[in-house]
């Protein structure tokens, strides 16, 4: 199965700074079928990446996607107090899905 | 968007099976493919496997030998039952809409595997 390595495992930045979180695939993303998700305390993940960069149904533009192959980014620009969770990525392009082990973006 | 609801036991019993159903609410379920995901406390998510309203099933091969997953459409539900239960099957479970990449969620369900 692919394993999914994302970078860092934590991240502190403050309100307005910008976010940049890493996705490592152990082998190439078919399609590059490659999800972000974002999880809060004692909430479900929400859906905001799918193939690799197309935002989904309500997801504000600051958050982007990018990557192909082996290495994919979350980008969330212009930090707001609500965007501090725990995201992780998902590959779908080959079975079984798998998901990276998160990174936790917290305020400095 | 469509509403789903997890249910069952929060305690079994090491070696017994545990059973979870899914209610689906806000919507049809012969409309998607349904799938269940499991995240044990303080760690990353898991795909379990996910079925069809007409029963066909896709599951993980780390799991396959112990899971099975049904779905009743009159009741507009689906259920997950996995054999022979350990410590570490101790986990949130969670039910969500789609066979790829889920977009609704259930709230989660802890279970805990204990005598």
């Known amino acids: 199965e692919i394993v999914l390595t994302q970078s860092p495992g934590t991240l502190s930045l403050s309100l307005g700074e910008r976010a940049t979180l890493s996705c490592r695939a152990s082998?190439?993303?078919?399609?590059?079928?490659l999800a972000w998700y974002q999880q809060k305390p004692g909430q479900a993940p929400r859906l905001l990446i799918y193939g690799a960069s197309t935002r989904a149904t309500g997801i504000p533009e600051r958050f982007s996607g990018s990557g192909s192959g082996t290495d994919f980014t979350l980008i969330i620009t212009r930090l707001e107090p609500e965007d501090f969770a725990v995201y992780f990525c998902?590959?779908?392009?080959?079975?079984?899905?798998?998901f990276g082990q998160g990174t936790k973006l917290q305020i400095k | 968007q469509v509403q789903l609801q997890e249910s069952g036991p929060g305690l079994v019993k090491p070696s017994e099976t545990l059973s979870l159903t899914c209610t689906v609410s806000g919507g049809s379920i012969t409309t998607s493919y349904w799938t269940w995901i499991r995240q044990p406390p303080e760690k990353g998510l898991e795909w379990i496997g996910c079925i069809y309203y007409s029963g066909t099933t896709n599951y993980n091969p780390s799991l396959k030998s112990r899971v099975t997953m049904s779905v009743d459409t009159s009741k507009s539900q689906f259920s997950l039952k996995l054999d022979s239960v350990t410590a570490a099957d101790t986990a949130v479970y969670y039910c969500?809409?789609?066979?790829?990449?889920?977009?609704?969620w259930g709230q989660g369900t802890l279970v805990t595997v204990s005598s």
């Open positions: 998902q590959q779908y392009g080959t079975s079984p899905n798998t």
């Open positions: 082998q190439s993303v078919t399609n590059s079928y």
């Open positions: 969500a809409r789609g066979q790829l990449v889920p977009d609704d």
